[in-house]
C-alpha cells in the first residue's frame, strides 16, 4: 500500500510561484542591507542546548525542538527517573541539542565566539529558519524565517538611523506605505521612576495604547485596576494625554520627565534620530509612539516598529537596542541594535494587496514548441544563442500534443513561445507568438535574439 | 560565569566572507537553472519519520536526527520497553519527526503531495541543508548544503542533454576544468546479463575501476577473489579491456551487448545523448565511463558524474535517472532524471585553486571616514546619492582615529574611501582614495557620482 504524503503540522512546502515571490522579498532586503555594508552570516540549525536553555523563560524552554540523542541514547538514562516517566528531567540526559529558536542567540554566540576574526562595528544580516514548538495556528507556524540585521560594538546613534534608512528603503522599494513607530526604553523607564511604579510600566503601556480606542475615563480606570495609586495616576495624564507632533510630544515629555535623568537621556537619544532623519531625504513617516514596549527587559535604548498601513496585520518590522546582548556568553559591554523583518507577514501584505511582480518576469521568457527530431536540433542552437544572451529559454522535452505543450507554456505563465515547424526550418525562420496579445510573426534568428 | 561558546561537532558557522564565496557559487548555478526553465521550491527541515524510515536502508535510519516530541513525551511510552532501555524501540514511541536526510525522499514526498497543483514535466531546484548524524570527519559534515535539479514526469533523453548543458554551463562559468563521465544502468545490467552474475555487478565496476593502477593480471585475480567463475571473467575480458574514443567503446560494447536487449537499450540511449552533445557547443570533455555505478538500486537509465581536473578530490555533481521515485508514495510510472551539485566540495575546489571572486567585488565600495557631527551630514547627504545609483556604501559609525577607521575600511577589503573634513565640505568638494593603489584625488561630488 502506498504511504500517505503528509508534513508535520504548521510546517510548509512552497510551491515555484511561493518561491519566486518569496525571493522578491529576500533579494529585496538583501540588495538594501548590502548597501548599508552589512554583510551576511549564517549559524547552524542545530545548537547545543546549554546555549538555548534559559534564554526565552520557561515557555521558551519548552518551545524548543530537541533532538534525541545518536545511538543508543537510554543507556546513560536514570533508571529511577524512566520509571517515573519524568519527562522533563529525562529530556536532559537523552537530548544535548536542539533547533535554533531564533536568530538573537545564536548570533550572541557566534560574536563572541569569533570575535577574533570579526571586524567590529560588525555589521551582520542573516536570513534563516527557525523552529518553534508552538501550538499552529493562522499565520503562525512552526517553521518560518527571520531576517534579522544588526550593527553590534557601536553605541552610536547613527545606527539607529541607519535601520530607519533600510526600512525605509527596503518598504519603498516592496512598495508598501508603512509607519515606522520609535520610542526609547529610557523614556518608559522614566516614566516608571517619576511615579513611582517601576512594575507597572507594562500596564502603563497597555492602557495609553487604548486611548483610542476607550477613551481617556476608561484608560484611567483599567490603571486604577491595575493597582496604581491614584496619585501616580494624575501624575501621569500628560503621558497618557501625549499627543500632536514629534516634536510637541518632546516637548511635553520634557516637562513630565524633568526630574529623572534617565528619561531626559531618552528624550535626547530620540531627539538625535530625529536630527539624522530630518536632514535625510527619508519618505517614511517617523511617529514617536510612547506605546511601543516590545521586549521591555531586552532592550535598553531606541524600540522600533513597522505597520503597515493599507492592510490590518501586526508590525512587520521591530527590534531595538541591546546593551548586553553577549553578556551572558562572556563578552561583557558590547551594545548593539538591530531589526528583524517579518518576511511571513510581509508576504501576507504584498498577497493582500496583489502586488507581487509577475512571475512570468522570474520564469521562462521564451519556451520552444517541439515538433520533432529535426525540428527539435533546430530549436536547441537558437535556444544556445539565446541562453548565451542570458534569455531564460525551454523546450517541451517531448514531441507531444500541441495543446499539450501550449498549456505548458501557458500555466508556466511563459510571455513568448517559438513555433519552428519544418517551413520555418527550411528558411531558417520562426514564429514567435506573443502568449498576452495573440500576435504572432514570422521573423529570422537575428531578429529574434534582437528582440530580447 | 559565563556560558563556554561551541556548536555541536560537525556543524559550521558562517563568516561573512565564506558566505560571500557561496553565495557565489549558489547564485551562478541558480541563475544556470533558471536558464533552462528550472524553478525553485522547498521542502520543511522536519518530515514526519513515517516519511524518511526505511528509505536510506538500515545505516540510513540510524543516521536520521529525531525530533524529540514535544510536552510529557514519556507518559504514552511502553513502561517495559522503558525499564529495558530499548532505545529503538522507544524511539518509535517519543519521537515523530525527523531532520530531513537527503532532498531526493522529501521531492518523491512532494511530487505526489502536489501532484495537481504542479506543471508536469515538472522541473525544479532545490537549494537546502540536510542533516546527518554521521560521524564528523575532514570534509564530512553533518549539516550540509545540497542543491538538486530533476525534470520529473518526462522520459525524453532530451532532459538528459539539458543537464549535461547546465553541468557544462555551470562549471564554464564557475572556471572549473571538468570531465562529465556518463554510463547507463541498462549497459550495466547487460553485462551482468550476459556473463550470468547480475550479482557481482558491484565487484566488477569496482574491478574495472582499478585498471589503470594495479593492472589487467590483478584486475582479473580481484575478480576471481571475489567468486566470479573463470568462464565469466573470461566474458568481461573485452569489458574490462574497453578503451578509446567513446565512439569506439560503444562499437565494442555492441559486439559484447549483443545478446542483451537491455543493454543495447542502454548503448542506444547513450548514442542519442552523444548525438545531441555533438550538436551543441558543449566545451566540457563527456566520456563514456563504464566504471560508474552510483546508486545502482536507485537508477534505471543514464548515470553523471563530474570530476574537476585540476584538483584531487570527489565527484563535485552527480545523478541519473530513476524510473520510479514517487512510487513508494502511490504515483508508480513516474519517470525522472537529475542531477545534484556538490556545494562544499566545490567550494573547496575554487578555494584550492584560489578562484574565488574577490569578497571586495560584493562587499562595501565606499567607505567614508567620519570626521564629526558637521561634517557626518555632509557624508550622509552624499551617500545617499551614492546608494540611490546602487553603490554599496557605508561610513564609520563614530569619530574615532584615523587609524582605527582606515583599520576598518582595510580589514573589510573597501577599494574606496572617501575623506572629507572641513576643507573639503567648505569646498563642496571630497578627497577620494584607492586603496589598492593608494593614490587619492580631491574631487566634486559629480565626479565622485560618475566613478561609480
New interface residues.
Partial sequence: M???????KG??????VE??NR?FIFDTIKMVF????F??????????L??LMGKYGEEGD??L????N??????K?D?KL??E???VK??RQ????G?RYDLTVPFA??V???RN???F?F??YQIQ?V?R?DRPQKGRY??FFQCDVD?IG?D?L??EF?LIQIID?VFNKLKINTVIKLNNRKILSGIAEIIGHADKIVAITVAIDKLDKIGLENVNKELLASGLPQEAIDKLQPVIQLSGTNNEKIEQLKQVLNNSETGLKGIQEIEIVLE?IN???IKTEVELDLTLARGLNYYTGAIFEVKAKDVQIGSICGGGRYDDLTG????KDVSGVGVSFGADRIYDVLSQLNMFPQAAM???QV?FVNFGKKE??YC??IM?KL?SK?????????TAKMKKQMN?AD??QIPFVVLAGENEMNEQKLTLKDMKTGEQKVIGIDELLAEF
Same sequence: chains 1, 2.
Avoid at 510546517?11 to 515555484?16: A, E, G, N, V, Y
Avoid at 548590502?34 to 555594508?37: E, I, N, Q, S, V
Fill in positions: 502506498a504511504q500517505k504524503t503528509s508534513i508535520p510546517t510548509r512546502d512552497f510551491l515555484p518561491m519566486l525571493e548590502r548597501k548599508y555594508g554583510l551576511p552570516i549564517e549559524t547552524p540549525a542545530m545548537e547545543n546549554s546555549t519548552k518551545l525542538f530537541k533532538i534525541l545518536s545511538g543508543d541514547f537510554l543507556a538514562a533508571d524512566l520509571s516517566k519524568n519527562s529525562i529530556t537523552i537530548s544535548e541539542k533547533l554566540r557566534y563572541v565566539q569569533h576574526d570579526l571586524v562595528p555589521k551582520r529558519p523552529w514548538a512552526r517553521e550593527v557601536s552610536s547613527l545606527n541607519e528603503e539624522y536632514a535625510s531625504s551572558i556568553f562572556g563578552l522570474n520564469s521562462t519556451f527539435e536540433l536547441l542552437s544556445e541562453r542570458g534569455v531564460k529559454t525551454e523546450i517541451y522535452p517531448e505548458y500555466k508556466k
